[in-house]
């Protein structure tokens, strides 16, 4: 057997620190100083037990606890015991949530979203405040709209008045009690929503460059002055084209605007006159045509926001949109999108399809669409979707494969026909089929090195088989994650790279 001074320890580390199969109990030596950089491997970007969740908690290195808080693979519960941890770098990374983003971010438990938004800075001088926090919260998709309006009578003013941020949803006394609000800071954020919708107050707050310039134009009240300013210019012409409170007149001359990219932005309004769509219906520019004749009238904001969507991600490269659907306070009605199903026109089923409370028979429908970009898109988004589908989605799609990986649709066994595919990253899926009929032999030659190291972490290798891999560097990481290795070996593994216990 090789010396220590000889022995791939670095790569042993890694593996282990991957190994499905490994207990807690090994796990838990991972998180030891002595094993460096594996830990983030460990941290980072598997699932984990909850014995080793505990131990995260409360360990004393920042950058570990950090990496739980970014975790994508464990639950908003598990993240959300951070809550109070000491360092701000840490609340925040549990705020601005998993990394990389999955399709669908899961909500914090109340309570966590309870702590973050009442959370007072101490005084001491930290790298980021508990308003920057709560901010990066509020973009992360953890607060839902349901959980805003929920809180719209909490006891607590920072968490009353997240209930402004769904003005839309609120009737006319719930909003009256947030405008007469015992705490100023509440009523400061419903007065901006009542301010929102009045021209005069937005003309007097708009100003001359800048992001708010931007929101203003894009989604608050505009006055007659302002509307003629923002139509000399061809950038505020395409943003106020889209912004629900463009007075109609100015609506009817940006449909006529030389610019296609301010037609075609008028054509997805949801209160388009009836004459405007036909104009536009028979615009010169197909894109125009395309976006006024997908939706004929009546339409609503939400349907006209989901095909926006699906615009935008056909315009993005390969189709393969890694871009979220936003959560609003409305969404379209499951009558709409049971219509887009049955569409003939491809950009309605797409929209279905990214639908993740589509029923199951709407589901079966789309996963034999004769197009595959609707049958790829139900596989990256809803949670029903076929197997196979999945599958044949990752061999189409690479950008969609970081969070295909992640679903537990995706198939593990029964791809021994794609152990010789031409993109390594099928290969490395086929290569860890613990059902193949033989161990992949070849496979531990492969040119790529994450497809030697799937092969290698393969439980059809066993015995000495595996032990001669974990002394190859080519293939000793594969091998320290094979999941057949028992318990005791993985120690003896930490315990030749000097790993405490």
Request: proline share 9%; aromatic share 2%.
């Amino acid at each position: 057997m090789p010396t220590s001074s000889s022995a791939p320890t670095d790569l042993w580390l890694r593996g282990v620190a991957a190994n499905p199969g490994a207990p807690a109990d090994v796990l838990l030596r991972m998180l030891d100083p002595a094993a460096g950089g594996a830990r983030r491997i460990l941290c980072e970007e598997r699932c984990l037990p909850e014995e080793v969740v505990d131990a995260l908690v409360t360990h004393p290195e920042t950058e570990l606890r950090r990496s739980l808080a970014r975790n994508p693979h464990v639950t908003p519960a598990q993240r959300g015991r951070l809550v109070r941890d000491p360092h701000s770098l840490v609340r925040a990374g549990l705020a601005g949530g998993p990394h990389p983003r999955p399709r669908q971010v899961l909500a914090l438990p109340d309570d966590v979203l309870i702590t973050l938004l009442t959370a007072e800075d101490s005084g001491e001088r930290v790298l980021l405040r508990v308003g920057e926090i709560v901010q990066e919260l509020v973009f992360s998709r953890q607060m839902t709209a349901s959980f805003r309006y929920r809180m719209r009578g909490h006891e607590h003013p920072a968490v009353r008045s997240t209930a402004t941020g769904v003005w839309g949803r609120l009737t006319a006394e719930e909003r009256q009690a947030l405008l007469t609000d015992p705490h100023p800071d509440v009523r400061e954020e419903a007065e901006h929503r009542v301010r929102a919708a009045d021209p005069a107050a937005m003309e007097a707050e708009i100003p001359d460059r800048g992001h708010y310039r931007g929101l203003i134009l894009s989604s608050y009240a505009l006055s007659d002055a302002v509307v003629e300013e923002a139509m000399a210019d061809p950038v505020d012409r395409l943003i106020i084209a889209g912004n629900p409170y463009t007075p109609a007149d100015a609506v009817a001359r940006l449909a006529r605007d030389p610019d296609p990219g301010v037609r075609r932005r008028v054509a997805s309004r949801a209160d388009l006159d009836p004459g405007l769509w036909a104009e536009l219906a028979q615009d010169p520019d197909e894109s125009v045509r395309t976006r006024a004749r997908v939706q004929p009238l009546p339409r609503t904001t939400a349907a006209c926001r989901a095909v926006d969507h699906e615009l935008d991600v056909a315009a993005s490269r390969d189709g393969d949109c890694l871009c979220p659907i936003l959560e609003h306070h409305t969404e379209p009605d499951q009558d709409w999108y049971r219509a887009c199903a049955g569409s003939e026109d491809v950009l309605l089923r797409l929209a279905a399809a990214s639908c993740a409370t589509l029923p199951a028979d709407l589901v079966a429908r789309l996963a034999e669409d004769p197009r595959e970009e609707v049958r790829h898109r139900l596989a990256s988004w809803h949670p029903l979707a076929p197997a196979e589908t999945v599958l044949e989605a990752f061999v189409a799609r690479p950008l969609q494969r970081p969070h295909l990986r992640m679903q537990s649709r995706l198939p593990r066994t029964g791809l021994a026909r794609l152990l010789d595919h031409e993109d390594p990253e099928v290969r490395e899926l086929a290569a860890a089929d613990p059902t193949l009929g033989q161990a992949p032999v070849r496979l531990l030659t492969d040119p790529d090195e994450r497809v030697r190291r799937a092969a290698a972490g393969n439980p059809l290798f066993a015995g000495e088989a595996v032990e001669a891999l974990l002394h190859d560097p080519a293939t000793a990481e594969g091998a320290a994650a094979n999941p057949g290795l028992p318990a005791a070996r993985l120690h003896e593994l930490l315990d030749r790279a000097s790993v405490p216990r």
